[in-house]
Nanobody, 125 residues
Framework: QVQLVESGGGLVQAGASLRLSCAASGRTFSSYAMGWFRQAPGKEREFVAAITWSGGNTNYADSVKGRFTISRDNAKNTVYLQMNSLKPEDTAVYYC??????????????????WGQGTQVTVSS
């Protein structure tokens, strides 16, 4: 199995930046992707960004494109989410996840096999 440990969340003012980290351990897979989702209280989970591990191809939700950047550190088995120009509507619990058999559908939560515990991001106005 895969364990995912997230960090980097916090409370910031609108316009500020945060960098989330997600360190993966355990099993590795021949072809996989890692993604970020977020969920606000009472709301459905929504896709934020994803990256393929080998090629580094990225996908973003329209709501964060141009503000957020997903990246990876292969040596550390870690994925990052750099969040700039944060808005109050970005407030949510952010989850990282692993898609063990990437098929080009990063926006679908059901594609992901392992999930982290989540880290809270709060953006004040």
């Amino acid at each position: 199995q895969v364990q995912l440990v997230e960090s980097g969340g916090g409370l910031v003012q609108a316009g500020a930046s945060l960098r989330l980290s997600c360190a993966a351990s355990g099993r590795t897979f021949s072809s996989y992707a890692m993604g970020w989702f977020r969920q606000a209280p009472g709301k459905e989970r929504e896709f934020v960004a994803a990256i393929t591990w080998s090629g580094g191809n990225t996908n973003y939700a329209d709501s964060v494109k141009g503000r957020f950047t997903i990246s990876r550190d292969n040596a550390k088995n870690t994925v990052y989410l750099q969040m700039n120009s944060l808005k109050p509507e970005d407030t949510a619990v952010y989850y990282c996840a692993v898609d063990t058999y990437y098929r080009g559908r990063p926006h679908r939560p059901q594609e992901y096999d392992y999930w982290g515990q989540g880290t809270q991001v709060t953006v004040s106005s």
